[in-house]
């Protein structure tokens, strides 16, 4: 299949307002359903970000002397243009990493403009000038903002982090990841079409060894905002240090969910699978590893098998389906990969299992997959899979469960079914950033950022507008005096 991003036609970076000169070198972008081109975008340099960054300071301080309401009213303008630029934002991220379009529209084009919607609605509540005694504290921008996103949510992932840092008055330079880079230009159209000032929002594509770490060594760059491995958040962090940037990171995970004596098991089952298998997998807060009490394993499992055999495996763009292509050729090797350790490592197949899918060897597609009888110290229960691979786990007691659960790296998301009083108990015991009871849905106010190795950020609500401001006390004195220095 081909096809022509419209949107991507001048194939530039995005600087200052307007799509920036022609490139000397391109990266292809290629569809994982079927290994066709799709289309190409520039590799950019050092020289790039420079520029883009010059942009982004020039505009920080009109842009940051504007008021909050007025900042506000353009993300709700960008939220409607977003939502009017749906169905072709789920085309080109179900053309370039193989979310299911169904999905795509639902949630990869369809929560970020919920994203910037609920960003503008929190303006009044922020506090923006707040009185501590007789001082006033003050929140303003941090100043230019690089954020540096991943693929398995290309929009959404970026919305998170250009919502409250335009809110909160910053200037930004982004880059998308090189997978899928497809909707980074409609952004900038739509962001300067709500009424950001030129320079407001600047894109410059490329790889990350090379654009990613310009961004983050850059003397004029004040915050990076990162989202993806734990390995490059790392790396970053040390480019970063050059002058003391802030740094925050959402990294990656290997989410526990806990199902508790008690619990509704086909509730349980149900949503273990819409969550774990979801964007084929390929989500960081995804609950990869069930626990389950020991004695109720062969019920659960045999339920979760049932319930495994819904969920159709094919072309992405076909509305009926439930799991396209994972992202790329080197996604399918890594997971590939992993049933295979899975496997070696004397885990139990329960369902699916490695290799290619007969008919559909021609795309990434890899078999769901879920294990049972999972050692919680093997390789995959501790490393981040990514991909539609669950872990069942046994547990022998409450004290086993919750060990088990932080025994990882990771702690971004968690899950826990059963009685809510237990449910509560339990989830206060996890070393994580969110956790959801009983099936609980998104909550778009309320911060999502992880613990340990999973990093140190949060965003949405008003924690994630925070992230984004410098914090001043002004101190107001009297004719007396009385000055100290500390
Ligand atoms: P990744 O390899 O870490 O890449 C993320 C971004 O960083 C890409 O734009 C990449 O550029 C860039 N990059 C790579 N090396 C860099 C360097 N040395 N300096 C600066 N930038 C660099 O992650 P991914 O494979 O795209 O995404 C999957 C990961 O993201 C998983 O670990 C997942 O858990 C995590 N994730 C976390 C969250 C969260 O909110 N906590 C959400 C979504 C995903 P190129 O790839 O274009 O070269």
Redesign the pocket.
Known sequence: MTYTHPQLSASTHWINGRFDGTASSHTDVTNPATGALVASVPSGTAEDVDRAVSAARAALPGWANTSTADRAAVLTRLAAEITEHNEEIAQAITVEIGAPIMFSRMAQAGLPAAVAAAVASIEPNIDWVEEIGTSLIVREPVGVVGA??????PLQ?TMTKIAPALLAGNTIVY?????APLTAALLARAVTRAGAPDGVFNVVYG???VV??AI?AHPDVDMISF????A?GK??SVVAASNVKRVGL????KSANIVLEGADIDLAVRETLVNSWSNGGQA?GAWTRLLVPAARKDEIVTKLVAAAAGYSVGNPLDETVRLGPLASESQWERVNGYIEKGIEEGATLAYGGPGRIPGLEDGAYIRPTIFSDVDPNSTIAQE?I?GPVLSVISYEDEEDAVAIANSTIYG?TAAVFGEAEDALRVANRLEVGQVYLNGAGLNMLAPFG?YKQ??NGREFGRHGVEEFTEVKAILIGGSTGASVAL
């Not at 540096?148 to 949510?153: L, R, S, V």
């Not at 959402?250 to 995970?253: D, I, K, P, Q, Y």
């Open positions: 540096i996103t991943p693929w398995n949510f992932q880059k998308p990841s090189e997978v790889a990350g060894k990613g770490e983050a989202t993806g491995s734990t490059v790396r970053l959402e990294l990656g995970g960081c981040e990514f971004l992880g999973s990093g």
